[in-house]
């Protein structure tokens, strides 16, 4: 049975910090995309950070240097650290995988086989 569970969403002041954790279980693939999304209330969602299999990793330019996505030696858990966060960082926050296909350069408009049950993130 193949799952995604997030963790470490929650509330936080402009200018803090939270981490998110992504965990896989089932997923046996060695090639794969992993990829953090988000969705606010009336807005479409929204690619923030992507992780391949190869180690690449992809950022939407509004969370450039301020969002760095990682994964444990296991390769079973995908970190989103989030610095200096915005009001405009608020929203449900999701982790989407393609196991067996890397991440290509268009991650952000795909449809991923994989969804967890989300997050909120919420910035004041």
């Known amino acids: 049975h193949v799952q995604l569970v997030e963790s470490g969403g929650g509330s936080v002041q402009e200018g803090g910090s939270l981490t998110l954790s992504c965990t896989a279980s089932?997923?046996?693939?060695?090639?794969?995309?992993m990829g953090w999304f988000r969705q606010a209330p009336g807005k479409e969602r929204e690619g923030v950070a992507a992780?391949?299999?190869?180690?690449?990793?992809y950022y939407a330019d509004s969370v450039k240097g301020r969002f760095t996505i990682s994964e444990d030696n296991a390769k079973t858990t995908v970190t989103l650290q989030m610095n200096s966060l915005k009001p405009e960082d608020t929203g449900m926050y999701y982790c989407q995988a393609n196991p067996g296909l890397p991440c290509f350069s268009n991650w952000q408009l795909r449809e991923y086989k994989l969804r967890g049950q989300g997050t909120q993130v919420t910035v004041s």
């Open positions: 992780l391949a299999s190869d180690g690449n990793t």
């Open positions: 089932g997923i046996t693939y060695t090639r794969y995309c």
